[in-house]
């Protein structure tokens, strides 16, 4: 199998993107993560540009890795300079890096608009770069900035900034599609071009997405003869992203039998890899990426789940486990039987076919009314718990009421009184809250301990509300989810209604229903634990 070596700039260009601020520690963490996971190159920053990432190339010389080897990147010497004199190049050479990315300008607008020198200048700085780095040992990539558009203004020149790089010692010509713009087919012609006028250099490739091509680039690429592939992971970078770095590798290696990694199974930890660089990048990972999303696998309509109960490879492309993510099945409206039937089985519940199709009608009725069931699988798994026969709630409701009042001296308060049936007893208790929300919640809680004690472990994780038809104002329709902590699990519930606070009141009531099914008598029973899990 032929090896693409990957190239990760995640921590140079990927902290070009809106957003993104990366701590020193970050990238240090950052680092650890890419070289376990096995990728050939981490290019750690730009040490003439700021002292942070000047501060990272001495600090991860102490990091001990076992795959990458890492690279300073910058820019050729200035115009009418001599490289070993010129900051940029000194830079270079004092971050004490195995490897050197040089960027050079192709296009002649940059040679003439942006260097504002002759187009020989811009060959000798390319040239001498390169030579200078490679007499001090360095391995020398070189990165040919704006090259495909540099080729369509003047494609003579733009070979010969190549042939100034190869000249100088480069032992990688990487073509970069600064710009984003190109599409597929150009990067075949032109990459074939490249190597058959310099067939003896190895080629790499550096796309961005303006154009959402850059994955699409990055492979016809590899397929006309690049052999490294620079990217970042979950696609981060500056306008619209870099090439996604998540998506390439099982691309090349599961579609296309290249090798990227040092181990096929280190391809199990894809989707680790992207949440948790998400996470330290402080973004919330993106459901919806290809290969490592949480939708990524996740099957909703009744007709698509009905096929892959009959045969899994039905309805997908790969089989989730080898990029260590997970199929999920969703029920909503739009599910059939076998949905309900799917998921009782994820959370480990035990459900007829009438139960599934008596728990499917309720909920598509309420989607019907707002709720969405998709993010609130706890809720799911009580009306499954609730369609057994002989089931017996927790406790019936009799009546609620919540004030909030707003007074001289006192400000706003919130008052809630709860009266249910626990166990043939009433019980009649009021609280106050910082909100209604919060004084109901109290109020619910103080009526039902003294029954249920464990109910003091559950803690309010996250709350939301939805407005879905705002064009009503302040009578729009509105969905409440609700997160819960507990005996060391998180779940989700949801509540819709016209009124916010019975729709917080229903969401309220599932939460405490399904963390009671899990503790029951403060002991957690192993059907519960599968449940809890798959919440």
Not at 102 to 111: A, I, P, Q, R
Not at 275 to 293: K, M, Q, S, Y
Not at 308 to 323: C, F, G, K, M
Request: glycine share 8%.
């Amino acid at each position: 199998m032929q090896h693409i070596a990957i190239y990760d700039t995640t921590l140079r260009d990927g902290t070009q993107r809106e957003g993104i601020s990366l701590s020193l520690a970050d990238k240090l963490k950052i680092t650890r993560l890419l070289d376990e996971f096995g990728v050939a190159y981490i290019e750690g920053g730009w040490p003439g540009s700021n002292p942070k990432d000047a501060g990272y190339f001495e600090a991860v010389r102490d990091v001990p890795l076992k795959h990458a080897k890492i690279a300073a990147f910058g820019s050729t010497c200035r115009k009418n300079s001599d490289p070993a004199d010129d900051p940029n190049i000194r830079a270079l050479v004092d971050a004490q890096t195995p490897v050197c990315t040089v960027v050079g300008k192709t296009s002649m607008l940059h040679v003439t608009d942006v260097l504002q020198t002759t187009p020989e200048e811009n060959l000798r700085i390319i040239r001498e770069s390169v030579a200078y780095l490679k007499s001090l040992g360095k391995e020398v990539i070189y990165d040919a900035e704006h090259f495909f558009d540099g080729l369509k203004l003047d494609l003579e020149y733009a070979l010969d900034t190549i042939k100034a790089a190869v000249d100088g010692g480069a032992d990688m010509v990487v073509l970069c599609d600064t710009n984003g713009g190109s599409m597929p087919w150009e990067i075949t012609e032109y990459v074939t071009l490249i190597k058959r006028t310099f067939p003896d250099v190895p080629v790499g490739i550096h796309t961005h997405n303006d154009g959402e091509c850059a994955v699409a680039n990055s492979l016809a690429a590899v397929l006309a003869g690049a052999v490294q592939v620079q990217g970042c992971i979950n696609g981060y970078g500056e306008r619209c992203g870099n090439a996604n770095l998540i998506s390439i590798i099982p691309d090349l290696e599961l579609k296309m039998g290249y090798r990227c990694l040092p181990h096929p199974e280190n391809l199990r930890h894809l989707t680790s890899l992207s949440r948790t660089v998400a996470e330290i990048a402080n973004l919330a990972p993106d459901d919806h990426l290809a290969f490592v999303g949480k939708s990524a696998f996740a099957h909703k309509g009744g007709i698509h789940v009905a096929a892959i109960r009959r045969n899994v490879d039905s309805y997908q492309h790969i089989d989730p486990t080898l990029v260590g993510n997970e199929m999920r099945v969703l029920v909503s409206d739009l599910s059939g039987q076998g949905n309900v039937l799917s998921k009782a089985e994820e959370l480990g519940l035990e459900v007829s076919s009438a139960e599934a199709v008596q728990v499917l009608g309720e909920i598509k009725k309420l989607e019907n009314e707002g709720y969405v069931f998709e993010g609130a699988e706890a809720s799911i798994a009580v009306r499954l718990h609730r369609a057994k026969p002989g089931y017996q709630p927790i406790f019936t409701l009799i009546d609620f009421m919540v004030v909030v009042e707003e007074r001289r001296g006192r400000g706003t308060t919130a008052e809630a009184m709860v009266k249910i049936e626990v166990d043939g007893e009433v019980v009649h208790t009021a609280a106050e809250g910082n909100g209604p929300v919060n004084a109901l919640d109290m109020a619910l809680r103080k009526a039902l301990i003294a029954r249920y004690p464990q109910i003091t472990e559950f803690q309010l994780a996250d709350y939301k509300v939805r407005i879905l038809d705002g064009d009503n104002g302040t009578a729009a329709n509105t969905r409440v989810l609700i997160d819960t902590k507990g005996a060391g699990k998180r779940w989700s519930t949801v509540g819709a209604g016209r009124n916010i606070i019975q729709a917080s009141w229903r969401a309220l009531v599932d939460s405490i229903e399904y963390g009671l099914s899990l503790v029951g008598n403060g002991h957690a029973t192993p059907e519960s634990q599968v449940l809890a899990e798959s919440t």
